[in-house]
């Protein structure tokens, strides 16, 4: 999955640091685009050395660090004209190589906007300032603190003696396929999240609920929760025609166009098409 990126090593923890050094990385973003330097068919991370832009008054803030590395997040418009450097959509990042790279872009993204949404109060309305001794953001007329946001989303294999449940999601490209998820809500259980989602979109009872793992995913500020669960093949799929347009039941030998395994989606699908998936009961 592309979080996982050992050996290279991405540590969040918070650390105070102020002053940017020439070796440390710089993440700027210009909408939903990074700014990287070309090597070749490959992308690095910028270094403050790279860029002489980057000055002592250059407003930026600590994100977290990759291999011992600092990554600092800039918040000024930064002029590059050289045709080493490039700014790739943060989208095209899933397939981006290295995946060290592309992940600490990512995970840089979902703090950048994080930071972007709480300029100011949601309780008083003032503007906000980032805390200097922890990863927060708290208002300084009445003290509101904000850390950043986290949804739990659960995605679920539904598998029926050999095969699995796919579902043709409203917003995916045509004839992709993938697994049932949704997000937890207020007051549920992971496990009641998943009998309901799937009841919601494609109507069917499932049972035998079990984890599978979990994957952070920072294109939608998520941590999806994996799940696999049973289902009585005898059940009509209903498919609500609101979020999923079609379901079906698959057999490992006839799979559809499903999301690759840099999510977890991907690699439990790939699994069962293995016939190793029903090996986590």
Not at 114 to 135: A, F, H, I, Q, V
Not at 166 to 181: G, P, Q
Not at 199 to 217: A, C, D, F, M, T
Not at 232 to 249: F, K
Request: glycine share 6%; charged share 25%.
């Amino acid at each position: 999955m592309i979080h996982e990126i050992f050996p290279h090593k991405f540590d969040n923890h918070f650390v105070i640091a102020n002053d940017i050094a020439e070796n440390d990385y710089v993440l700027q973003y210009n909408e939903r685009a990074l700014l990287l330097k070309v090597n070749g068919d490959q992308f690095e991370l910028p270094k403050k050395k790279d860029l002489s832009a980057i000055v002592d008054t250059t407003s930026s803030t600590f994100l977290f660090s990759l291999n011992g590395v600092h990554c600092f997040l800039i918040w000024d418009d930064i002029k590059v004209i050289h045709d080493r450097f490039v700014y790739k959509e943060i989208s095209s990042l899933r397939v981006l190589k290295p995946q060290e790279v592309a992940w600490v872009g990512i995970v840089g993204f979902q703090l950048y906007n994080w930071y972007l949404e709480n300029k100011y109060c949601g309780k008083c309305g003032s503007k906000t300032k980032e805390k200097p001794d922890e990863r927060a953001i708290v208002c300084p007329d009445c003290g509101t603190l904000v850390f950043p946001k986290i949804s739990p989303a659960i995605i679920v294999a539904i598998l029926c003696k050999d095969k699995i449940l796919l579902a043709h999601n409203a917003n995916f490209e045509e004839k992709r396929y993938s697994l049932v998820a949704g997000y937890a809500d207020v007051g549920e259980s992971l496990e009641e999240t998943v009998m309901r989602e799937v009841k919601e979109e494609v109507g069917l009872e499932v049972k035998n609920i079990r984890y599978y793992k979990s994957q952070p995913w920072a294109f939608s500020g998520s941590l999806m929760i994996g799940f696999i669960a049973e289902a009585d093949g005898t059940q009509t799929i209903c498919p609500d025609m609101v979020e999923i347009t079609d379901a079906s039941w698959f057999s490992r030998d006839n799979l559809p166009n499903h999301p690759p395994k840099v999510s977890i989606a991907g690699e439990m699908i790939e699994k069962f098409e293995k016939g190793e998936l029903m090996s986590f009961s």
